[in-house]
């Protein structure tokens, strides 16, 4: 992984500041208050996504892969949101809560890929590397395991990552900037429970 991911007690801690702000919420409660306290990589802008899932089933998964807002926020907005908020399930209830688990994936600080462009899909590990492509207010991302999902190489990779910032697929070889990172995931192994690493891809 690259030198800015999270400690394993870092990801640890970032699943339990999610559940514990929507145990918040289900009181009655701030979303924010009485949260464990954090370390300063914690007030990093960086991408975060909270999925829950009740007995294996998802129920309900958002996030802001973009790195727009530190870290803490982005994991008590995604947390709230996803479990109160994702509009293909009903909020979530105390009674359902006790029943689900916390999954949290943080995105590593975008890397921008540099020199010739000719050098960018040696610089691409698939399954290991997510990308974003950026021209003007144009972007566009897609997460690590989309291009293992899709057996896309490097290259097809970055053409889907270009039109999914709405652009022409060969954009990344006249102007667009593309950058790549990786993903961390931390989960419950039962609800409240223990939580471990998930040693393959990026959720």
């Known amino acids: 992984m690259s030198k800015n991911t999270l400690h394993r007690s870092e990801g640890v801690l970032a699943v339990k500041v999610a559940r514990k702000a929507i145990e918040n919420v289900l009181d009655g409660k701030d979303s924010d208050d009485d949260l464990p306290s954090v370390p300063i990589i914690f007030s990093e802008n960086r991408g975060a996504l909270v999925t829950l899932e009740k007995e294996g089933d998802l129920r309900g998964c958002i996030g802001y892969p973009y790195p727009v807002l530190p870290l803490r926020k982005v994991l008590i907005q995604s947390a709230v949101a996803a ?121």
């Open 83 to 203: 479990a109160f908020e994702d509009p293909r399930f009903f909020p979530i209830s105390k009674k359902d809560f006790l029943r689900t688990t916390v999954e949290v994936t943080t995105l590593t600080l975008p890397e921008l890929l540099e020199g010739a462009f000719t050098t960018y899909s040696s610089l691409i590990e698939i399954g290991k590397h997510g990308l974003m492509a950026e021209y003007g207010d144009r972007r566009g991302l897609l997460l690590p395991q989309s291009a293992a999902d899709q057996g896309w190489d490097a290259v097809e990779f970055l053409c889907q990552t270009c039109i999914k910032a709405e652009l022409t697929p060969m954009m990344w070889k006249y102007g667009a900037k593309i950058y790549r990172f990786e993903c961390q995931t931390y989960r419950e192994t039962e609800p409240g429970g223990l939580i471990a690493e998930d040693i393959g891809e990026g959720n």
